[in-house]
């Protein structure tokens, strides 16, 4: 706010220089047209009250030089021609200025219920669950829009946590609707005690059930999410996994990162019923001090200028950040440095760390 109104000297002192030259330059040279450069420039730094005052300025300067240079006459055609241009310019320059601060506003106001939605669809992840530190990040690829298709919780058990993260295939707010429906089923599934291959299929059996509401038959078998879903026990031991159709996560020990593939990984949930798979459950070491990147293939997807593919475990070779905030810190720079500063797919990362005591 300051510097808009320390700004309002340039175009003030531009409209004091041009009238004294005006004024005392030779009769046959007319420089009251560049009084016109003054309201122009002020929308660049000033509302409506701002320029509207700068057009009054540069038309009562116009009106001053057009009097002392033809006393005579009072103003000539030409100097009420040079006002009445003053004046057009300077109304027209208010009403831009009113319809930009509306445009503003209304821009404002989606930023904030798209980030509400955002909070209530995919609010982030507490510091601590359980004995597990953990953060997480969601990178849009529109910066306006603040939410997609990427999704990830975590839920308590009696003996664990359990994680999720997914991609929903799409984009719009149909990807949206299908994310909220798939984190709604795990966060009332997760709790009760049943089975990583049992969870799995209630989320699959969850997704399919929505796709077969009145109006969303037509997009069976179309529409589909990609998850990883992991039991992360409190007492350490091997972490469980079902993977479907999801980029596989990745343990980093000490500055190496080791990539966890599943051995049978299942279909994206949403086609269940088109393939009746048995989800099987893979199992990874996760030793304190250990840090569990899970993420979406916005982040693997991710391409720089010539076209190249963000290669994750090399670019993670030998980080050996141990607070999760601190390494998605680092990861969010490294990433959009990669990309030239604009990822071209939504992305989301979370990182658990088991502390090491």
């Not at 250990?290 to 190249?308: F, I, K, M, N, Q």
Request: with cysteine.
């Amino acid at each position: 706010m300051r510097s808009g109104r320390a700004l309002v000297a340039i175009p003030i002192a531009w409209i004091v220089v041009v009238s004294v030259i005006d004024v005392l330059a030779a009769p046959d040279i007319h420089l009251g047209p560049l009084l016109v450069a003054a309201p122009a420039i002020t929308p660049s730094f000033g509302g409506p009250r701002t320029v509207g005052l700068v057009a009054a300025l540069a038309v009562i300067a116009q009106t001053i030089i057009g009097v002392l240079r033809d006393p005579d006459e009072l103003l000539s055609a030409n100097h009420q021609a040079q006002v009445m241009a003053l004046v057009l310019v300077g109304v027209s320059l208010v009403l831009f200025c009113v319809v930009r601060e509306r445009r503003a506003a209304e821009l404002t106001q989606v930023r904030y219920v798209s980030e509400t939605a955002q909070r209530v669809v995919l609010p982030p992840l507490p510091g601590r669950i359980g004995p597990l530190r953990a953060a997480s990040l969601y990178l849009a690829a529109e910066a306006e829009a603040r939410i997609g298709g990427d999704l990830y919780a975590a839920a308590r058990t009696t003996s664990g946590t359990r994680l999720i993260v997914g991609d929903v295939r799409g984009k719009g707010m149909t990807a949206v609707s299908d994310a909220a429906l798939l984190l709604g089923a795990f966060r009332v599934a997760a709790h009760r005690e049943a089975s990583l291959g049992e969870l799995v299929a209630y989320l699959d059996r969850s997704v399919c059930w929505e796709l077969m509401e009145p109006g969303e038959a037509g997009t069976y078998g179309e529409t589909f999410i990609t998850a990883t879903v992991l039991d992360i026990p409190d007492q350490g031991g091997h972490v469980q996994m079902v993977s479907c159709g999801h980029p596989p996560p990745i343990v980093l020990r000490q500055g190496r990162p080791m990539t966890m593939n599943a051995s049978h990984p299942a279909p994206p949930l949403g086609l269940g019923e088109l393939t009746n798979p048995g989800y099987h459950v893979d199992s990874f070491p996760f030793v304190p001090g250990d840090l569990l990147l899970l993420y979406t293939d916005g982040v693997t997807e991710a391409r720089d200028s010539v076209g190249t593919f963000y290669p994750l475990a090399e670019r993670l070779t030998g980080w050996t950040e141990s607070d999760p905030d601190a390494f998605l810190g680092r990861f969010r720079r490294d990433l959009l440095r990669h990309v030239g500063g604009h990822l071209d797919d939504d992305a989301a990362m979370i990182v658990i760390e088991r502390p090491a005591t």
